[in-house]
Nanobody, 114 residues
Framework: QVQLVESGGGLVQPGGSLRLSCTSATDLSFYTMKWYRQLPGEQRELVAGSGSGGSTDYGYSVKVRVTISRDPTKKTVYLQMNNLTPEHSATYYC?????????WGQGTQVTVSS
């Protein structure tokens, strides 16, 4: 069982930045790591993904403002979000995938508002 803990969400003004963290006690090096976002009543939407080999991909709607990265020494995956707009407001979830196994964190809320 892989436990994922997200942090770093909160209230930020439009144009601001946030760095979300996803931390685990498990070595995440071999996992495909992804960040999703979800609005109430809607499906989760891929924001960014990081393959175990170093590849990255981004959801089309947000790719220009976010960067996914890893720090293997800290067993942490980050989502840097810059120049935020109210569109970015959502609950953000971390996901770890290895073969047929998929694990989710509890989510962290991001609210972009003045």
């Amino acid at each position: 069982q892989v436990q994922l803990v997200e942090s770093g969400g909160g209230l930020v003004q439009p144009g601001g930045s946030l760095r979300l963290s996803c931390t685990s006690a498990t070595d995440l090096s071999f996992y495909t790591m992804k960040w999703y976002r979800q609005l109430p009543g809607e499906q989760r939407e891929l924001v960014a993904g990081s393959g175990s080999g170093g590849s990255t991909d981004y959801g089309y709607s947000v790719k220009v403002r976010v960067t996914i990265s890893r720090d293997p020494t800290k067993k942490t995956v980050y989502l840097q979000m810059n120049n935020l707009t109210p569109e970015h407001s959502a609950t953000y979830y971390c996901n770890a995938v290895l073969v047929e196994f998929s694990y989710w964190g509890q989510g962290t809320q991001v609210t972009v508002s003045s």
